[in-house]
């Protein structure tokens, strides 16, 4: 069972659609992503590169003909914390849609 603790680092808006979008796939370039997310390559990359420095995801980078690419995906350690996050969401949510006589005081 995931332990429920609320991530700070997963939880902008973008980091969590990002984290989110990873958790969908095996491995996702970064052309995907930059799509999926509306982001410039720049914004994109710090945020790739946030989320890699705490160890929730991994890149690899590869030429492809003359071009560079780049794909993500999501780490063990960014699964755990992720699935984490997301039950934190879920209690605050149950707690806050609990009829009142069952909420703790």
Avoid at 48 to 59: F, M, N, Q, R, V
């Amino acid at each position: 069972m995931t332990q429920a603790r609320f991530d700070e680092l997963i939880h902008p808006s973008t980091r969590l659609t990002l984290v989110a979008t990873l958790a969908a796939a095996d491995w996702a370039e970064f052309a995907f992503l930059k799509d999926r997310l509306a982001l410039s390559d720049s914004a994109l990359s710090k945020q790739l590169a946030t989320l890699e420095e705490a160890g929730y995801i991994a890149t690899e980078r590869r030429l492809s003909g003359t071009r560079r690419k780049v794909r993500a995906r999501l780490t063990d350690a960014g699964r755990d914390a992720f699935n984490g996050h997301i039950a934190a969401l879920q209690a605050i949510v149950a707690e806050a849609t609990a009829p009142a006589e069952q909420r703790p005081v």
